[in-house]
T-cell receptor, first 115, second 114 residues
Framework: EPEVTQTPSHQVTQMGQEVILRCVPISNHLYFYWYRQILGQKVEFLVSFYNNEISEKSEIFDDQFSVERPDGSNFTLKIRSTKLEDSAMYFC?????????????FGPGTRLLVL | KQEVTQIPAALSVPEGENLVLNCSFTDSAIYNLQWFRQDPGKGLTSLLLIQSSQREQTSGRLNASLDKSSGRSTLYIAASQPGDSATYLCAVIDRGSTLGRLYFGRGTQLTVWP
């Protein structure tokens, strides 16, 4: 069964460094999402992406964050200058049609630790 | 802003019991409600999706109901098994969303012991 994959599974970085989290959505999916979960907290929406454009973003997704679909298979989340509070599990998700009508399929996550 | 609450936060039951997990949401103008399962250190697995026009969905031993007007949903698990041990998350997409922003609850951590 097709799955969303994410790399790396774990990343440790120093505060102020840039990180890029990578995701390979399910191949025929056109709608992409990033969520994060700080330890012990709710899963929180960051951004949705369709047709090479951001469709919706949360208040968390400030100028330090960016997303890109650099080729036909990858979907990336970049954090330009990491802060301690960016430490969290980051989940990528994809759906074949709009998530308003269809379930989103989640990857296993990247655990980011900012020191 | 949409707020999703789940009760109880944790539940521990013996194998074979039928159980009910509860979810409530503050804004009833939703597109759909979904139940996910989260295993430790892993991603989220979708269990059931209920569109706003539906009242319930069933998959195997799982049954989810939706009462949109009261802002409530329940997930019923029949004949629980140790393999059902996981955290169960409820999430909604409200009418203010363009592509499907999910609002999650904190989850119910379920332990089923043999």
């Amino acid at each position: 069964e097709p799955e969303v994959t994410q790399t790396p599974s774990h990343q440790v970085t120093q505060m102020g460094q840039e990180v890029i989290l990578r995701c390979v959505p399910i191949s025929n999916h056109l709608y992409f999402y990033w969520y994060r979960q700080i330890l012990g907290q709710k899963v929180e929406f960051l951004v949705s992406f369709y047709n090479n454009e951001i469709s919706e973003k949360s208040e968390i997704f400030d100028d330090q964050f960016s997303v890109e679909r650099p080729d036909g298979s990858n979907f990336t989340l970049k954090i330009r200058s990491t802060k301690l509070e960016d430490s969290a599990m980051y989940f990528c998700a994809s759906s074949e049609s709009s998530g308003v009508y269809e379930t989103q399929y989640f990857g296993p996550g990247t655990r980011l630790l900012v020191l | 802003k949409q707020e999703v609450t789940q009760i109880p936060a944790a539940l521990s039951v013996p194998e074979g019991e039928n159980l009910v997990l509860n979810c409530s949401f503050t804004d009833s103008a939703i597109y759909n409600l979904q139940w996910f399962r989260q295993d430790p250190g892993k991603g989220l697995t979708s269990l059931l999706l209920i569109q706003s026009s539906q009242r319930e969905q069933t998959s195997g031993r799982l049954n989810a109901s939706l009462d949109k007007s009261s802002g409530r949903s329940t997930l019923y698990i029949a004949a629980s098994q140790p393999g059902d041990s996981a955290t169960y998350l409820c999430a909604v997409i409200d009418r203010g969303s363009t592509l499907g922003r999910l609002y999650f609850g904190r989850g119910t951590q379920l332990t089923v012991w043999p």
